[in-house]
Protein backbone atom coordinates (compact mmCIF):
# COMPACT_ATOMS: atom_id res chain seq x y z
CA UNK A 1 0.00 0.00 0.00
CA UNK A 2 0.96 3.83 -0.73
CA UNK A 3 1.75 5.53 2.61
CA UNK A 4 2.97 8.43 1.23
CA UNK A 5 -0.02 10.33 1.72
CA UNK A 6 -1.39 14.21 1.83
CA UNK A 7 -3.70 15.78 3.81
CA UNK A 8 -5.69 18.73 2.00
CA UNK A 9 -6.01 21.21 5.21
CA UNK A 10 -7.76 24.43 5.41
CA UNK A 11 -5.56 26.06 7.75
CA UNK A 12 -1.86 25.08 6.63
CA UNK A 13 -2.61 23.81 3.43
CA UNK A 14 -0.82 20.34 2.33
CA UNK A 15 0.13 18.35 5.29
CA UNK A 16 2.41 15.04 4.47
CA UNK A 17 2.04 12.15 6.26
CA UNK A 18 5.46 11.39 7.35
CA UNK A 19 6.51 7.95 7.68
CA UNK A 20 4.37 4.69 7.02
CA UNK A 21 3.88 4.21 10.88
CA UNK A 22 2.15 7.46 10.92
CA UNK A 23 0.08 6.59 8.50
CA UNK A 24 -0.96 3.27 10.12
CA UNK A 25 -1.75 5.54 13.49
CA UNK A 26 -3.78 7.81 11.58
CA UNK A 27 -5.97 4.39 10.09
CA UNK A 28 -6.10 3.11 13.31
CA UNK A 29 -10.01 2.88 14.45
CA UNK A 30 -9.23 4.72 17.68
CA UNK A 31 -7.93 7.68 15.71
CA UNK A 32 -10.68 7.45 13.11
CA UNK A 33 -13.30 7.94 16.15
CA UNK A 34 -11.74 11.76 16.26
CA UNK A 35 -13.66 12.81 13.12
CA UNK A 36 -16.78 12.14 14.95
CA UNK A 37 -16.05 14.34 18.30
CA UNK A 38 -16.00 18.39 17.87
CA UNK A 39 -12.79 20.23 18.95
CA UNK A 40 -14.92 22.90 20.66
CA UNK A 41 -18.00 21.19 21.94
CA UNK A 42 -20.82 23.46 22.00
CA UNK A 43 -18.92 26.55 20.37
CA UNK A 44 -20.60 26.27 17.32
CA UNK A 45 -24.24 27.47 18.73
CA UNK A 46 -22.46 30.43 19.49
CA UNK A 47 -19.84 30.72 16.22
CA UNK A 48 -21.50 28.63 13.60
CA UNK A 49 -18.41 27.76 11.64
CA UNK A 50 -17.10 25.77 14.55
CA UNK A 51 -17.60 22.38 13.58
CA UNK A 52 -14.08 21.34 13.74
CA UNK A 53 -12.65 18.32 15.21
CA UNK A 54 -10.39 16.38 16.97
CA UNK A 55 -8.66 14.67 14.16
CA UNK A 56 -8.47 18.00 12.13
CA UNK A 57 -6.53 19.08 15.17
CA UNK A 58 -4.25 16.35 15.58
CA UNK A 59 -3.08 16.13 12.33
CA UNK A 60 -2.47 20.17 12.64
CA UNK A 61 -0.75 19.90 15.80
CA UNK A 62 1.62 16.96 14.22
CA UNK A 63 2.21 19.10 11.02
CA UNK A 64 3.81 21.67 13.33
CA UNK A 65 5.70 19.52 15.24
CA UNK A 66 7.30 18.95 12.31
CA UNK A 67 8.32 22.33 11.44
CA UNK A 68 9.58 22.17 14.75
CA UNK A 69 11.94 19.56 14.48
CA UNK A 70 12.90 20.96 11.28
CA UNK A 71 13.83 24.31 12.37
CA UNK A 72 16.03 22.45 15.50
CA UNK A 73 17.65 20.32 13.35
CA UNK A 74 18.69 23.42 11.28
CA UNK A 75 20.23 25.31 14.21
CA UNK A 76 22.45 21.94 15.36
CA UNK A 77 20.33 20.34 16.87
CA UNK A 78 20.61 16.59 16.87
CA UNK A 79 17.36 14.64 16.43
CA UNK A 80 17.21 11.05 15.42
CA UNK A 81 14.78 9.32 12.98
CA UNK A 82 13.78 7.49 15.53
CA UNK A 83 13.19 10.49 18.01
CA UNK A 84 11.45 12.05 15.02
CA UNK A 85 9.17 9.42 14.43
CA UNK A 86 8.66 8.88 18.09
CA UNK A 87 7.19 12.54 18.79
CA UNK A 88 5.33 13.08 15.64
CA UNK A 89 3.46 9.99 17.41
CA UNK A 90 3.17 11.45 20.44
CA UNK A 91 1.77 14.72 19.06
CA UNK A 92 -0.58 12.82 16.94
CA UNK A 93 -2.16 10.67 19.63
CA UNK A 94 -2.11 13.34 22.52
CA UNK A 95 -5.91 14.09 22.35
CA UNK A 96 -6.87 10.63 21.37
CA UNK A 97 -8.36 9.37 24.88
CA UNK A 98 -10.99 12.53 24.28
CA UNK A 99 -14.64 11.85 24.60
CA UNK A 100 -17.83 12.99 23.52
CA UNK A 101 -18.29 16.55 23.18
CA UNK A 102 -14.49 17.08 24.41
CA UNK A 103 -13.98 18.54 27.72
CA UNK A 104 -17.35 19.70 28.20
CA UNK A 105 -18.66 15.61 29.50
CA UNK A 106 -15.20 14.54 30.47
CA UNK A 107 -15.85 14.05 33.93
CA UNK A 108 -19.78 13.26 33.78
CA UNK A 109 -19.43 10.02 31.81
CA UNK A 110 -16.64 8.72 33.35
CA UNK A 111 -16.18 10.12 37.04
CA UNK A 112 -12.62 11.34 38.02
CA UNK A 113 -11.01 10.11 34.87
CA UNK A 114 -9.21 12.42 32.68
CA UNK A 115 -8.52 12.87 29.08
CA UNK A 116 -4.92 12.65 29.43
CA UNK A 117 -5.32 9.66 31.47
CA UNK A 118 -7.58 7.64 28.75
CA UNK A 119 -5.26 8.78 25.98
CA UNK A 120 -2.58 7.16 27.88
CA UNK A 121 -4.14 4.10 28.04
CA UNK A 122 -5.10 3.76 24.72
CA UNK A 123 -1.73 4.69 23.58
CA UNK A 124 -0.69 1.33 25.53
CA UNK A 125 -3.13 -0.55 23.89
CA UNK A 126 -2.45 1.02 20.76
CA UNK A 127 1.36 -0.32 21.55
CA UNK A 128 0.47 -3.68 22.03
CA UNK A 129 -1.08 -3.62 18.50
CA UNK A 130 1.89 -2.02 17.03
CA UNK A 131 4.66 -4.72 18.66
CA UNK A 132 5.93 -2.29 20.93
CA UNK A 133 6.66 0.67 18.11
CA UNK A 134 4.88 3.34 20.12
CA UNK A 135 7.34 2.46 23.31
CA UNK A 136 10.01 5.75 22.67
CA UNK A 137 6.32 7.81 22.14
CA UNK A 138 4.92 6.56 25.00
CA UNK A 139 7.85 8.03 26.91
CA UNK A 140 8.19 11.14 25.40
CA UNK A 141 4.42 11.70 26.07
CA UNK A 142 4.62 10.42 29.78
CA UNK A 143 8.10 13.23 29.73
CA UNK A 144 10.02 10.00 30.82
CA UNK A 145 12.64 10.29 27.74
CA UNK A 146 16.16 11.60 28.91
CA UNK A 147 15.97 14.57 26.31
CA UNK A 148 12.83 16.75 27.67
CA UNK A 149 12.86 19.25 25.18
CA UNK A 150 10.96 16.63 22.92
CA UNK A 151 8.55 16.30 25.76
CA UNK A 152 7.96 20.01 25.93
CA UNK A 153 7.11 20.44 22.39
CA UNK A 154 4.01 17.89 22.68
CA UNK A 155 3.22 19.53 26.39
CA UNK A 156 4.40 22.63 27.77
CA UNK A 157 3.17 26.60 28.01
CA UNK A 158 4.29 26.73 24.12
CA UNK A 159 3.57 23.43 22.56
CA UNK A 160 2.22 22.44 18.96
CA UNK A 161 -1.14 21.67 20.54
CA UNK A 162 -1.56 25.20 22.23
CA UNK A 163 -0.29 26.77 19.24
CA UNK A 164 -2.33 24.46 16.68
CA UNK A 165 -5.43 25.17 18.63
CA UNK A 166 -5.52 28.70 19.09
CA UNK A 167 -4.93 29.16 15.14
CA UNK A 168 -7.34 26.68 14.02
CA UNK A 169 -10.15 27.76 16.65
CA UNK A 170 -9.49 30.99 15.45
CA UNK A 171 -10.04 30.19 11.88
CA UNK A 172 -13.26 28.16 12.55
CA UNK A 173 -14.45 30.77 14.77
CA UNK A 174 -14.06 33.50 12.42
CA UNK A 175 -12.58 35.41 16.14
CA UNK A 176 -9.81 37.21 14.82
CA UNK A 177 -8.48 37.72 17.84
CA UNK A 178 -6.67 34.23 18.50
CA UNK A 179 -4.45 34.40 15.18
CA UNK A 180 -1.15 33.56 15.78
CA UNK A 181 2.35 34.16 14.36
CA UNK A 182 2.76 30.15 14.74
CA UNK A 183 5.49 29.75 12.08
CA UNK A 184 7.47 32.98 13.75
CA UNK A 185 7.27 31.09 16.87
CA UNK A 186 8.69 28.00 15.49
CA UNK A 187 11.27 29.44 13.14
CA UNK A 188 12.85 31.51 16.94
CA UNK A 189 12.67 28.07 18.65
CA UNK A 190 15.77 26.74 19.96
CA UNK A 191 16.94 23.97 22.63
CA UNK A 192 19.27 25.64 25.62
CA UNK A 193 20.05 23.08 28.39
CA UNK A 194 17.87 20.28 26.73
CA UNK A 195 15.18 22.84 27.20
CA UNK A 196 12.81 24.47 24.47
CA UNK A 197 13.77 28.45 24.61
CA UNK A 198 12.80 31.30 22.34
CA UNK A 199 15.15 33.26 20.68
CA UNK A 200 14.77 37.12 21.74
CA UNK A 201 13.62 37.87 18.20
CA UNK A 202 10.36 36.20 18.93
CA UNK A 203 9.30 37.72 21.85
CA UNK A 204 6.43 39.60 20.51
CA UNK A 205 5.23 36.60 18.69
CA UNK A 206 4.93 34.48 21.88
CA UNK A 207 3.70 37.92 23.84
CA UNK A 208 0.40 37.51 20.96
CA UNK A 209 0.83 34.42 21.86
CA UNK A 210 0.32 34.63 25.37
CA UNK A 211 -2.87 37.62 25.07
CA UNK A 212 -4.11 35.94 22.02
CA UNK A 213 -5.10 32.65 24.54
CA UNK A 214 -6.46 35.11 26.95
CA UNK A 215 -8.58 36.58 24.49
CA UNK A 216 -9.66 33.18 22.83
CA UNK A 217 -10.54 31.53 26.37
CA UNK A 218 -13.51 34.79 27.36
CA UNK A 219 -14.55 35.01 23.84
CA UNK A 220 -14.77 31.82 22.62
CA UNK A 221 -14.52 28.82 25.13
CA UNK A 222 -15.61 30.35 28.13
CA UNK A 223 -18.11 32.62 26.02
CA UNK A 224 -21.14 33.09 28.89
CA UNK A 225 -23.59 31.24 26.41
CA UNK A 226 -21.02 28.23 25.16
CA UNK A 227 -20.75 27.69 29.52
CA UNK A 228 -24.36 27.95 29.45
CA UNK A 229 -25.22 24.96 26.99
CA UNK A 230 -22.32 22.96 27.98
CA UNK A 231 -23.99 22.89 31.58
CA UNK A 232 -27.77 22.37 29.89
CA UNK A 233 -25.55 18.91 28.01
CA UNK A 234 -24.48 18.04 31.57
CA UNK A 235 -27.29 18.35 33.22
CA UNK A 236 -28.97 16.48 30.56
CA UNK A 237 -26.68 13.24 31.37
CA UNK A 238 -27.40 13.70 34.80
CA UNK A 239 -31.23 13.73 34.40
CA UNK A 240 -30.55 10.80 32.08
CA UNK A 241 -28.54 8.75 34.86
CA UNK A 242 -30.61 9.64 37.48
CA UNK A 243 -33.89 8.34 35.40
CA UNK A 244 -31.93 4.96 34.68
CA UNK A 245 -30.98 4.08 38.18
CA UNK A 246 -34.69 4.76 38.71
CA UNK A 247 -35.20 2.11 36.36
CA UNK A 248 -36.72 4.39 33.26
CA UNK A 249 -36.63 2.96 29.71
CA UNK A 250 -34.43 5.51 28.06
CA UNK A 251 -32.98 5.07 24.25
CA UNK A 252 -29.60 4.91 23.76
CA UNK A 253 -26.59 3.62 21.70
CA UNK A 254 -25.00 0.20 23.20
CA UNK A 255 -21.91 2.31 23.51
CA UNK A 256 -23.69 5.20 25.82
CA UNK A 257 -25.84 2.37 27.23
CA UNK A 258 -22.61 0.94 29.25
CA UNK A 259 -22.19 4.43 30.39
CA UNK A 260 -25.82 5.39 31.27
CA UNK A 261 -26.89 2.24 33.38
CA UNK A 262 -23.60 2.50 35.76
CA UNK A 263 -21.78 4.32 37.88
CA UNK A 264 -18.69 4.13 37.08
CA UNK A 265 -15.43 6.11 38.37
CA UNK A 266 -11.40 5.66 38.41
CA UNK A 267 -11.54 2.48 40.14
CA UNK A 268 -13.34 0.27 38.76
CA UNK A 269 -12.56 1.78 35.07
CA UNK A 270 -9.21 0.88 35.75
CA UNK A 271 -9.97 -2.85 36.99
CA UNK A 272 -12.05 -3.50 33.96
CA UNK A 273 -10.61 -3.45 30.60
CA UNK A 274 -14.23 -3.68 28.69
CA UNK A 275 -15.08 -0.03 30.26
CA UNK A 276 -12.24 1.03 28.01
CA UNK A 277 -13.32 -1.40 24.95
CA UNK A 278 -17.20 0.49 25.09
CA UNK A 279 -15.19 3.89 25.62
CA UNK A 280 -13.49 3.55 22.23
CA UNK A 281 -16.47 3.51 20.48
CA UNK A 282 -18.08 6.55 22.07
CA UNK A 283 -18.51 9.77 19.85
CA UNK A 284 -21.10 12.91 19.55
CA UNK A 285 -23.28 11.33 17.49
CA UNK A 286 -23.85 8.66 20.24
CA UNK A 287 -24.95 11.83 22.63
CA UNK A 288 -26.66 13.75 20.30
CA UNK A 289 -28.97 10.56 18.39
CA UNK A 290 -30.09 10.02 22.35
CA UNK A 291 -30.95 13.53 23.01
CA UNK A 292 -32.93 13.53 19.50
CA UNK A 293 -35.11 10.86 20.76
CA UNK A 294 -35.18 12.06 24.59
CA UNK A 295 -37.52 15.21 23.02
CA UNK A 296 -40.04 13.11 23.09
CA UNK A 297 -39.24 11.05 26.28
CA UNK A 298 -42.27 10.85 29.22
CA UNK A 299 -40.18 12.63 31.59
CA UNK A 300 -40.93 16.39 31.07
CA UNK A 301 -37.61 17.68 32.76
CA UNK A 302 -35.23 15.43 30.16
CA UNK A 303 -37.84 16.35 27.36
CA UNK A 304 -37.82 20.08 28.32
CA UNK A 305 -34.24 20.11 28.02
CA UNK A 306 -33.25 18.02 25.57
CA UNK A 307 -35.61 20.33 23.16
CA UNK A 308 -34.17 23.35 24.92
CA UNK A 309 -30.58 21.87 23.25
CA UNK A 310 -31.49 20.84 19.62
CA UNK A 311 -33.96 24.14 19.16
CA UNK A 312 -31.05 26.40 20.43
CA UNK A 313 -33.76 27.82 22.98
CA UNK A 314 -30.47 27.81 25.78
CA UNK A 315 -31.04 28.81 29.39
CA UNK A 316 -29.79 32.98 29.89
CA UNK A 317 -25.90 33.64 31.28
CA UNK A 318 -25.08 36.43 33.24
CA UNK A 319 -21.15 36.45 34.41
CA UNK A 320 -20.25 38.07 37.18
CA UNK A 321 -16.21 39.10 38.79
CA UNK A 322 -17.16 37.94 42.17
CA UNK A 323 -19.86 35.00 43.60
CA UNK A 324 -23.23 35.23 43.53
CA UNK A 325 -25.24 35.67 46.75
CA UNK A 326 -27.62 33.22 47.96
CA UNK A 327 -30.22 35.77 47.94
CA UNK A 328 -29.88 36.81 44.58
CA UNK A 329 -29.94 33.03 43.59
CA UNK A 330 -32.92 31.97 45.64
CA UNK A 331 -34.90 34.81 44.38
CA UNK A 332 -34.09 33.56 41.22
CA UNK A 333 -35.14 30.44 41.86
CA UNK A 334 -38.85 31.98 43.28
CA UNK A 335 -39.36 33.16 39.98
CA UNK A 336 -38.83 30.33 38.38
CA UNK A 337 -40.68 27.88 40.27
CA UNK A 338 -43.62 30.71 39.94
CA UNK A 339 -42.86 30.92 36.08
CA UNK A 340 -42.58 27.07 35.54
CA UNK A 341 -44.08 25.24 38.84
CA UNK A 342 -40.97 23.71 39.42
CA UNK A 343 -40.66 21.98 42.64
CA UNK A 344 -37.70 22.07 44.42
CA UNK A 345 -35.94 18.91 44.41
CA UNK A 346 -35.84 19.48 40.80
CA UNK A 347 -34.36 22.95 40.73
CA UNK A 348 -30.82 22.50 40.35
CA UNK A 349 -31.90 21.25 36.61
CA UNK A 350 -33.43 24.90 36.37
CA UNK A 351 -30.99 26.81 38.27
CA UNK A 352 -26.95 26.68 38.64
CA UNK A 353 -24.05 28.26 39.30
CA UNK A 354 -20.27 27.83 37.77
CA UNK A 355 -16.69 29.03 38.90
CA UNK A 356 -15.06 29.90 36.43
CA UNK A 357 -10.84 29.96 36.51
CA UNK A 358 -8.64 31.29 33.68
CA UNK A 359 -4.63 31.46 33.75
CA UNK A 360 -3.01 32.59 30.43
CA UNK A 361 0.64 32.26 31.41
CA UNK A 362 1.51 29.92 34.75
CA UNK A 363 5.69 31.10 35.58
CA UNK A 364 5.98 28.77 38.23
CA UNK A 365 4.73 25.82 35.55
CA UNK A 366 7.46 25.26 32.64
CA UNK A 367 8.12 28.84 32.38
CA UNK A 368 8.82 30.31 28.76
CA UNK A 369 12.54 31.27 28.60
CA UNK A 370 13.48 33.74 26.10
CA UNK A 371 17.10 33.58 25.35
CA UNK A 372 18.79 36.58 25.11
CA UNK A 373 21.32 38.21 22.80
CA UNK A 374 24.15 37.83 25.77
CA UNK A 375 23.60 34.56 26.18
CA UNK A 376 21.46 34.62 29.22
CA UNK A 377 18.05 32.87 29.94
CA UNK A 378 15.24 34.63 31.51
CA UNK A 379 11.49 34.16 31.87
CA UNK A 380 9.22 36.03 29.38
CA UNK A 381 7.65 38.00 32.25
CA UNK A 382 11.21 39.65 32.64
CA UNK A 383 12.21 40.15 29.10
CA UNK A 384 8.92 42.06 28.29
CA UNK A 385 8.33 45.26 28.12
CA UNK A 386 4.99 45.14 28.11
CA UNK A 387 2.74 45.94 31.08
CA UNK A 388 0.43 43.45 31.24
CA UNK A 389 2.13 40.19 30.33
CA UNK A 390 2.53 40.11 34.31
CA UNK A 391 -1.39 40.13 34.89
CA UNK A 392 -1.32 37.09 32.45
CA UNK A 393 0.19 34.87 35.49
CA UNK A 394 -2.75 35.32 37.26
CA UNK A 395 -5.78 33.07 37.77
CA UNK A 396 -8.58 35.09 36.79
CA UNK A 397 -12.12 34.32 38.29
CA UNK A 398 -15.47 34.55 36.84
CA UNK A 399 -19.32 33.13 38.11
CA UNK A 400 -21.82 32.52 35.87
CA UNK A 401 -25.41 32.27 36.80
CA UNK A 402 -27.85 29.87 34.36
CA UNK A 403 -31.80 29.68 34.68
CA UNK A 404 -34.23 29.67 31.58
CA UNK A 405 -34.85 32.91 29.66
CA UNK A 406 -38.50 32.40 30.97
CA UNK A 407 -38.23 34.13 33.98
CA UNK A 408 -37.05 37.22 32.43
CA UNK A 409 -33.43 39.55 33.38
CA UNK A 410 -31.94 39.92 36.95
CA UNK A 411 -31.41 43.04 38.09
CA UNK A 412 -28.02 43.86 40.36
CA UNK A 413 -27.28 39.89 40.01
CA UNK A 414 -23.86 39.93 41.63
CA UNK A 415 -22.59 40.51 44.87
CA UNK A 416 -21.11 43.39 43.48
Not at 165 to 183: A, H, K, P
Not at 273 to 283: A, E, I, S
Not at 309 to 321: A, E, G, N, T, V
Not at 347 to 361: D, G, L, P, S
Request: aromatic share 10%; with cysteine.
Amino acid sequence: MNKNKIINDPVYGFVAIPTGLVFDLVQHPYFQRLRYIKQVSMTHLVYPGALHTRFQHAIGAMHLMSMALETLRSKGIVISEDEEEAVLSAILLHDIGHGPFSHSLEHSLIEGVSHELLSSLLMDRINQDFGGRLSLAITIFNNGYERKFLHQLVSSQLDVDRMDYLNRDSFFTGVSEGVISFDRIIKMLNVVEDEIVVEYKGLYSVEKFLIARRLMYWQVYLHKTVIGAEQLLIKILQRAKYLAAAGKLLFATPAFQWFLNQQIDKSNFLNDPLHLDWFTRLDDTDIMSAIKIWEQHEDEILSRMCQRIMKRDLYRSIMSDKPFTSSTIDSVKVRVRECLGVDEEDMHYYVFTQEIHNRAYNPSKDPIRILLKSGELVDITEASDLGNLEALSKNVSKYALCYPKEVGYIANPSAR
